[in-house]
Every structure is written in structure tokens, then in C-alpha cells.
């Protein structure tokens, strides 16, 4: 059987043609689950959200091949599907404005992120000016009706850090700024948008847990080490595309540049990363405390929505095609990753 060579063979002073990413995948032992109204959630989405959008058929195209009613599905396997719905518009929503942001300015994302504020603020009142807010108002519109006040309020706070973090790495990127490792890390965890979508499981699954457990250290422990695994990972995943384009808001960029790291062993080193937030997460979910019986069981299908996320995440980053193109489950197979030229 002839053996694959990994080793990049490109000499010392030509930049490397390809990389081999972690085996992350199998570090991960959750149970990976799917939603059985996927098909439904997906098809009405898509509708949703191309409905007066002018989008081009590329565009669209992206967002067939993006998958995100899958991610939706493996994120929130047991969700009903009305819940199951808003989730998925969200993460759609999420996406889109993840792609249009990424060509705006600080000023442009604080916009942007004031019309949506807004929005989610005064829903009764306010008229959002923009695409994306009106898009907002219709789903929250229908999340209002089931979620607690606690969730409502987590999704606004976390979203108005979000925006903060993007108009912060717009910035960033316009003065070619490469932040150090630990202030990365505090702002990623922001642009991730992972934070909203943990009040999404409580909205998702109908929970009512007290603002005092969501706040206690080990609850929050646990949606930290999953953000980290879920942002860090897609930073690896993403690199390729990322550095095609000169984005340097990736952890591998960081790591190199503060570590002195070739390109190769900074991807190692982002990939323990990954595996050590998936052992923080193991290690705190055996250690969660007790709040009595009915307390302990929303809790518990929070933290499984959280472990449904790490595993999902995973699994669908070699579905879609967002960061492989068609070739995904053959890079999930070899973890080879050969590199695109950068674009002038």
C-alpha cells in the first residue's frame, strides 16, 4: 500500500503549498444527532431569507452549499420545529451578515449594529431601516411569544457584545492590526456570534433556568470551552480561505506572530488548543452542582445542547462548503489542506 507523504516538500524559502489539520473529530466522543424537521426548517428558510434580496446566483448558490439548516439540525437535534425554525433563520441571518460585514468598515458594522439593537430592544416600536433588521424583526417576532425573559435578554446583551467585537475587528483590519493572543482570544469569542446561540438552546428547548445558575462559574465555564472549541476550530478550518484573501483576524496568524511559529506548527498548536477546551468541557460537565431535580434536568439538557454544538460544528465544517468546497470530506479523511494563492 503506498504510503502518503504529509510533509510539505516545498523548499525552506517558498511559502508552503499545504497544511495538515488536527484530528479534532476524534477527539470528540459526543453523540452526534440530527433534527428530523431538517428538510422542512431548511426549504422555508431559504425562502425566508432570498425573499426581496436581489441576491445574485452566486449568492445563493454559497448559501445551498453553506449548509446551515444542517449545522441548525445537528445544533439543535430535539428542538420543535417552530423553535427549530427561528434557530435556523437565525443562523442563516448570522451568515449573511457575516459575509456583508466582512466588506464594511468600523462605521458600517456600528450601523448596521444599531438598526439591529434597535430592533431587538424596542420590536414594538421601532422601524429598522436596513434589510438585515427588518429580517430581525420578523424572527424575533416569533421567538418573543415562548422565550423567558432571562433568554431574551442574554440573545440582546450577547448580540450588542457581538457587534462591539466585529466594528472592533473592522478596525483592526483596516489599520492591519494583528492583536496579541490573549486579547484575540477575549475579542473572538465575541465575533463568534457562539454566544447568542447558546440563549437560542434555552429558547429551543422551552428552558427556565434561573439567571443565578446561568450565571454561576461552571455553567459559564462550560459555554466558554465550547465558544473556544467551536471559534478556534473554525479558525483552522477557515485559515485557508482567510489568508487566500489577507484576513489576518485568525488564531493562526496570532499564534505565529507572537510564538515565532511556521505556519504548520501553528496550526498544531491552535489545534491543542481545540482538544484542551474539549477536556475543560469534560471536565466540567462531571462537575456541575446540584439545584434540585427540575433545575438539574433543564441544566442538563442545556449542557447537552452546548456538547450537541462542539460535536455538530465539527462534523458539519467537512459538510459544507464553505471552507473546503466539494472537497470537504475528503480533507476530513486526509487532513490535507492544500492552500489557495492569495489574491492580489
Known amino acids: 500500500m503506498q504510503q502518503h507523504n504529509l510533509v510539505d516538500t516545498s523548499s525552506p524559502c517558498s511559502p508552503p ?35 426581496g434580496g436581489n441576491l445574485s446566483e452566486k449568492k ?23 423553535q427549530l425554525r427561528v434557530c435556523c433563520d437565525f443562523m442563516n441571518w448570522l451568515f449573511h451578515l457575516d459575509n456583508i460585514s466582512d466588506d464594511m468598515n468600523d462605521r458600517g458594522t456600528s450601523c448596521t449594529g444599531i438598526d439591529i439593537m434597535n430592533t431587538l430592544w424596542c420590536s414594538e416600536t421601532y422601524r429598522p431601516t436596513t434589510r438585515v433588521g427588518k429580517m430581525t424583526k420578523d424572527f424575533w417576532g416569533r421567538l418573543i411569544p415562548t422565550a423567558t425573559p432571562g433568554m431574551q435578554q442574554r440573545f440582546r446583551e450577547t448580540m450588542d457584545f457581538f457587534f462591539q467585537a466585529i466594528t472592533q ?10 492583536p496579541d493572543l490573549e486579547s484575540y482570544i477575549a475579542l473572538r469569542r465575541d465575533t463568534s456570534g457562539c454566544k447568542p446561540c447558546w440563549a437560542l438552546i434555552e429558547y429551543a428547548y422551552n428552558l427556565n433556568i434561573p439567571d443565578e445558575v446561568m450565571d454561576h462559574p461552571i455553567i459559564r465555564n462550560l459555554g466558554e470551552a465550547a465558544n473556544d472549541l467551536v471559534t478556534w476550530s473554525n479558525d483552522i478550518f477557515s485559515y485557508n480561505v482567510e489568508q487566500s484573501k489577507g484576513d489576518t483576524h485568525n488564531m493562526i496568524v496570532v499564534v505565529m506572530q507572537q510564538e515565532g511559529l511556521d505556519l504548520q506548527s501553528a496550526v498544531e498548536f491552535v489545534g491543542d488548543l481545540c482538544q484542551q477546551s474539549i477536556d475543560r468541557f469534560v471536565a466540567d460537565r462531571a462537575n456541575l452542582p446540584s439545584w434540585g431535580p427540575e433545575i438539574d434536568r433543564q441544566v442538563a439538557i442545556y449542557v447537552d445542547g452546548l456538547a450537541d454544538w462542539i460535536v455538530g460544528s465539527l ?5 459544507s462548503e464553505r471552507y473546503f468546497g466539494k472537497s470537504g470530506l475528503e480533507v476530513k479523511k486526509t487532513r490535507v489542506v492544500n492552500l489557495h494563492p492569495r489574491r492580489i
Open 17 to 51: 503549498t499545504k497544511i495538515v489539520i488536527p484530528d479534532l473529530v476524534s477527539h470528540c466522543d459526543f453523540p452526534l444527532r440530527n433534527n428530523r424537521h431538517r428538510k422542512q426548517a431548511t426549504v422555508e428558510c431559504k425562502r425566508w431569507l432570498f425573499r
Open 60 to 82: 445563493k448558490n454559497a448559501f445551498h452549499g453553506l449548509k446551515a439548516g444542517l449545522l441548525t439540525s445537528m445544533c439543535y437535534p430535539n428542538a420543535a420545529f417552530p
Open 169 to 178: 475587528q473592522a478596525m483592526d483590519r483596516e489599520a492591519g492590526v494583528v
Open 315 to 319: 462534523h458539519w465544517s467537512f459538510e
